[in-house]
């Protein structure tokens, strides 16, 4: 399977989200700058998940970048993983306007618990494809943050606390997705940033 089509199909996909996100707000009704910062919280959710989106698509392009072949099992997988993201532009508008309620940051930290896990298995998917052909390329994808972190039996404790937290302060949900994006962000292999080094502008 030409991986290439899969990488193209993926961008714009996750393109559309973006788009789709930003639609949510709204254009305020009045001149006044009061009426802008009425829109505060949902600003505050954009931000976070368009950065989240931005880690998200830098980590799926690496990863695809250091595979050597595609398979069925990939395109599906990576149809679910896309599946998953195009919920958050409804978790990120609902988060936004309700930022306070537990109903709201329940179902973005369900989007967000079901995303890491669709990116872990497409992960486990290309890092396995990838076992025989390019052995030092699997365990690249397997060392990748997300990846290993999920292996992580703490990680599993860390959801149950952040589910009884939510309950009490709800816009914990929201932080800790940014303390996520700056740890997976400076986690990043070197070799990823030299990707970008070698495209011809």
């Given amino acids: 399977m030409n991986k290439g089509r899969l990488e193209a199909f993926s961008d714009a996909v996750i393109a559309i989200i973006v788009t789709i996100m930003i639609l949510e707000f709204k254009t305020p009704e009045t001149p006044e ?15 976070i998940t368009y950065v989240f989106v931005g880690v998200a698509w830098y980590n799926h392009y690496y990863m695809f970048s250091l595979t050597k072949r595609g398979t069925k099992r990939i395109y599906w997988l990576n149809n679910i993983w896309l599946l998953s993201m195009s919920f958050l532009p409804v978790a990120t508008a609902w988060t936004g306007r309700f930022i306070n309620e537990r109903g709201p940051e329940y179902f ?22 990838n076992r025989e052909v390019a052995p030092e390329r699997y365990q690249k994808i397997k060392a990748m943050p997300i990846y290993s972190t999920i292996t992580r039996p703490y990680f599993w404790v860390i959801q149950v606390i952040l589910l009884v937290a939510i309950y009490f302060f709800p816009p914990i949900e929201l932080i800790f997705v940014m303390v996520e994006i700056y740890t997976i962000g400076n986690r ?4 990823s940033d030299q990707l970008f080094g070698r495209l011809q502008i």
């Fill in 188 to 191: 990043t292999d070197k070799e």
């Fill in 33 to 47: 700058i009061k009426a802008l910062l009425e829109n505060g919280p949902y600003f505050f959710a954009y931000i």
């Fill in 108 to 129: 973005y930290y369900v989007v967000h618990l079901i995303w890491l896990l669709a990116y872990f298995f497409l992960s486990d998917a290309l890092a396995n494809a």
